[in-house]
């Protein structure tokens, strides 16, 4: 069955310090890969996404994320941590066409001064 | 140019109520998206629709819940005699087309708790 992992529930970082979070994905083929953040109490917002080509993708507020096919992983990457960074780390996939979105259950990112 | 809008925020239910969540896609956008989102887990799809049309409702529950998105108003998520299982976060999310490369935008949610 298609899955998107996410291994790390929670993780803490002190402010400035850089990060990655990680997701793993099981498809057939290479799925259209997402990075989504939820703040308390809000919708998803998308950071980034990968559909084809160049493997390391930019997005917004300084993240960037980097496909490798050999370990199906898409991990999410920001040198240095925000305080306003503190929120719902979001991975999703799909196939094209018609699929939904499979999402992760999420890494809970806290930053600590 | 507005978000999506779900209304309402919060919704409390006694168990065997329904409950009645809305969602105003943005403008310009006629495919609208269900997800659930329980606590601590990701978001669980549950159907897809464009206007007048459920494309995919291969993530609803066979029984008590329902969707709509009629050619005038908001879409529609209807979960008929509420138990507490039911309790979670329901978001929306729009596009103008069915596309992936067309990201979706999502609501802020309706956080549903029945009692």
């Known amino acids: 069955a298609q899955s998107v992992t996410q291994p790390d529930i929670h993780i803490t970082v002190s402010e400035g310090a850089s990060l990655e979070l990680r997701c793993n994905y099981s498809?057939?083929?290479?799925?259209?890969l997402f990075w989504y953040v939820q703040s308390p109490g809000q919708g998803l917002q998308l950071l980034l996404k990968y559909f084809s080509g160049d493997t390391l993708v930019q997005g917004i507020k300084g993240f960037e994320a980097e496909f490798k096919r050999s370990q199906s992983s898409f991990n999410l990457r920001k040198p240095s941590v925000h305080w306003s960074d503190a929120a719902e780390y979001f991975c999703?996939?799909?196939?094209?066409?018609?699929?939904?979105?499979?999402f992760g259950k999420g890494t809970r990112l806290s930053v600590i001064a | 140019n507005a978000g999506v809008m779900q209304n309402p925020r919060h919704l409390v239910r006694r168990r065997g109520q329904e409950a009645r969540l809305r969602c105003s896609p943005m403008?310009?956008?006629?495919?609208v998206y269900w997800y659930r989102q329980l606590p601590e887990e990701g978001l669980k799809f549950m159907v897809y629709l464009q206007k007048e049309n459920i494309i995919d409702e291969s993530g609803m529950p066979k029984e008590r819940f329902s969707a709509e998105f009629p050619k005038e108003g908001p879409s529609i998520l209807r979960i008929q005699q509420v138990v507490r299982g039911d309790s979670a976060a329901y978001f929306c999310?729009?596009?103008?087309?069915?596309?992936?490369?067309?990201?979706?935008?999502f609501g802020n949610g309706t956080r549903l708790t029945v009692t």
């Open positions: 403008k310009g956008h006629s495919h």
């Open positions: 999310a729009s596009s103008p087309v069915q596309a992936l490369n067309s990201p979706l935008h």
């Open positions: 498809y057939g083929a290479t799925p259209y």
């Open positions: 999703a996939a799909a196939h094209s066409g018609n699929t939904p979105l499979v």
